[in-house]
């Protein structure tokens, strides 16, 4: 065998290698710290924990979302939403009136909702070039929003979400503006052809049987709602169970430091807020993170915000939290909502694929001044 060969072969397997050297360096330092027996231990009953306590939790609360946001689309909440709303758009975001259908439908569904829009030909006729690519960031930053919004209702802090939901407007605003002003270098500013006939019923889904009682229409909707929110419900299981595993495993240490380790779920080798220490001179002051073991909560809605909600049961139950947090998270969650999951198929779907580091980069400041905005509207209330 020559030396090129060889060198081909290698780099064909490069991807195994890396594969490789990553598990054996993860599972290698967790194991060295816990022992083997109780690190699978620990992983078993931590996912079958985050399914049980927090997953059907999280479903429930998507089922009901789910089925207010299919009432709110059968009896025109969302259209009279849409034409109270609208005129805002251009001053806030630059963007036509039409966009704000954008965020109700992602607000009360997930980010993916946006694409059945931008799909549309008459909708996009609204739209200057540039701002088509905007739309990713838009819908993006109010993906999940009622359903992370009544989750944190539910944990008792109806104010921080409220204050959440400002700060990820916030967020969004600073992400689009971007995202405009980067990609208007690269597609321009022409306006897209084609005829001005959106029709906001059809795009909604909406056919109503005008026959139909106000019962039947009811029920119905209510029903097919609450199915969306089971399959909503469904999807998040494997982020939930994978990434907040190990988000956990890198946070918690043990349940009892005089016992050990002991298999337990929720323990862990406490790595994240180790880090999260090293970097609390610049986290108290953006975040006002009380505690450094917050910081998994941002990082893991950087995946999945259904994951990261995951967090927030145990986080309250240690005392690792509090209102402020929560204004954080809510502001974080919404504006993020798993965005390095989505953003790359959102964008192709779009036909911007060269588009999807700007993207990224622009959504990643707006995330981050969501949660800086939250944090310090907290700070302004409780002055007053």
Known sequence: MTFSSLKKKTFAYTDSIVFIALISLFFGYIGSQMGIGYMFSTIMNTAYKLLMDTVFYIMAIAVLAGAFGRLATEFKLVQLLNM???PLMKPLYNLPGVSFLGIITTYLSDNPAIISLAKDKSYLSYFKRNEVPCLCNLGTAFGMGLIVTTFMIGQGYFKEALIGNI???IGSIVSVRLMAYRSKKILGENKIEGDRDFDLEEILNTAEDEKASFFERFLTAFLEGGKMGVDIGLSIIP???IICTIIMILTFG???ATEGYQGLA??????LPLIGEKLSPILTPLFG??????IAFPITALGAVGAALSLIPSFIENNVIGGNEIAVFTAMGMCWSGFLSTHVAMLDTLGHRNLISKAITSHLVGGIVAGISAHYLVLLINIF
């Open 254 to 256: 043990p349940i009892d």
């Open 84 to 86: 109270l709303f609208a």
């Open 266 to 271: 929720y323990e862990g080798v406490g790595l």
């Open 289 to 294: 993170f009380k505690n450094p073991e917050a």
């Open 167 to 169: 700060g990820a407007l």
């Open 239 to 241: 982020g939930v169970l």
